[in-house]
C-alpha cells in the first residue's frame, strides 16, 4: 500500500507540475507578454501541446509495456523456472524470498551470457517484473554478495523505479516535442504551412533538447541507485552490499581497460553503469560506499568496513545450460 501510494503520489506531482507550467505558459503568452508588444498567441495552440504529450508520454509507456521483451532482444538470455544448480538456486530462491518479503508475485528470473558483472530488473509493473543477472556476476561474487545485488534489483521493482523512470522520460519529451513544434512554426511559409527549414529547426533542436532532457533523468537514476543500494543493506547488510559494488566496480574497469566490454542501451537499468559526468547513469562507488556507511552507523550496523573476502565462488556450475560463450 505504501508503494502504490507512493507511485500514486508521482503520477500527481508529473501531473500538477505539466499542468502548472502549461497555466503558467498560457498567462506569460496570452496576458503578460502582449503588455511589452510580444504576441506570439499565434505560434501557440491547445493542439501542439496536446500531440507533444500523446507523442512525449505515449512512446515512454510503450517503451515501459514493452520493457521485458526489449531487455531479451539481442542477448541470449535463459529464463529459470526450475534451478538445477546451486547457482541457479542461489539466484531463484534469493529473488523468491525477496518477492514474499515485500509481498509481490514473483519476477521472472533471466540469466544473460556475459563475462561482465552486472544485473537489472524491469517490468512495467510490481506484479509483472523481471531480475536477470549476468554469468559474470554469479561466478564472480560470493553468496552474500550475489543476494545483496539480487535485493538491489528487488529494490527497485519495491520502489516503482521502472514506472518513475517513465514518467519522468514522459515528461521531459513532452517539453522537448513541444518546444521544438513551437519554434519550428516561425519558420512555415505565408500561408502556415511546414518548410524545408521549419523542419530541420525542428529536428536538431529534438537533438539538442533531448541532451539536455538528459540531466534531469540521469540525476534522477542516480537519486534511486542510492535507495536501491539501502534496501538491498536493510536485507542482507551494509557489508555485503559494499563489498559487491567494490567488486563489480573494479572488474567492470579492469574489462573496460582491456576493451572486453563496451557501453549499451542497458547501462541505466543496470546496477553497475556509467561512473562519471554529469550525464551518469550512476552515482561514484565512492558515493554510494559512504551513503552505506553512513547508514550503517545511523542503522547501529558500523560503518566501518571493507571489503575483507575477495575470492568468489567461481568453481560452483552457474547453469544447467551449456554457456555457447565458452
Do not use: C
Not at 501510494?5 to 507540475?17: C, E, R, S
Not at 529473488?95 to 552486472?118: C, F, H, L, T
Amino acid at each position: 500500500m505504501r508503494a502504490f501510494k507512493g507511485i500514486a503520489l508521482l503520477i500527481i506531482t508529473n501531473l500538477l507540475i505539466f499542468a502548472s507550467l502549461f497555466i503558467t505558459f498560457q498567462i506569460l503568452t496570452n496576458f503578460v507578454l502582449p503588455l511589452f508588444g510580444i504576441d506570439i498567441r499565434g505560434s501557440v495552440n491547445a493542439n501542439q501541446l496536446l500531440w507533444a504529450l500523446v507523442l512525449g508520454f505515449g512512446g515512454a509507456f510503450i517503451s515501459l509495456l514493452f520493457s521485458k521483451q526489449l531487455a531479451r532482444m539481442g542477448m541470449q538470455m535463459q529464463r529459470i523456472d526450475v534451478p538445477q544448480t546451486p547457482k541457479e538456486q542461489l539466484v531463484y530462491n534469493t529473488v523468491a524470498e525477496q518477492a514474499r518479503s515485500i509481498g509481490i508475485k514473483m519476477p521472472e528470473v533471466w540469466v544473460y551470457w556475459s563475462d561482465e558483472p552486472n544485473a537489472f530488473a524491469t517490468g512495467p509493473t510490481r506484479n509483472n517484473s523481471m531480475v536477470a543477472v549476468s554469468s559474470g556476476l554469479v561466478m564472480s561474487l560470493n553468496d552474500d554478495e550475489v543476494r545483496a545485488v539480487l535485493a538491489h534489483e528487488m529494490g527497485h521493482i519495491q520502489n516503482g523505479d521502472m514506472l518513475a523512470m517513465t514518467l519522468l522520460q514522459g515528461l521531459m519529451n513532452t517539453f522537448v516535442y513541444w518546444i521544438s513544434m513551437l519554434v519550428s512554426r516561425w519558420f512555415y511559409d505565408e500561408n502556415g504551412n511546414p518548410t524545408f527549414m521549419s523542419f530541420m529547426i525542428s529536428m536538431v533542436l529534438q537533438i539538442a533538447l533531448s541532451f539536455l532532457a538528459l540531466i534531469p533523468i540521469t540525476w534522477f537514476s542516480r537519486r534511486r541507485e542510492f535507495r536501491a543500494d539501502r534496501f538491498a543493506a536493510q536485507q542482507y547488510g551494509a557489508p555485503a552490499m559494499i563489498a559487491a559494488l567494490e567488486r563489480i566496480h573494479h572488474r567492470a574497469a579492469d574489462m573496460l581497460q582491456h576493451e572486453t566490454v563496451n557501453r549499451d542501451a542497458l547501462a541505466t537499468f543496470k546496477i553497475g553503469g556509467d561512473w562519471q559526468g554529469l550525464f551518469a547513469t550512476h552515482p561514484s562507488l565512492e558515493a554510494r560506499v559512504s551513503a552505506l556507511q553512513e547508514w550503517a552507523r545511523e542503522s547501529g550496523q558500523g560503518g566501518n568496513f571493507r571489503v575483507t573476502q575477495n575470492k568468489g565462488q567461481g568453481n560452483d556450475v552457474w547453469s544447467s545450460k551449456d554457456n555457447p560463450w565458452g
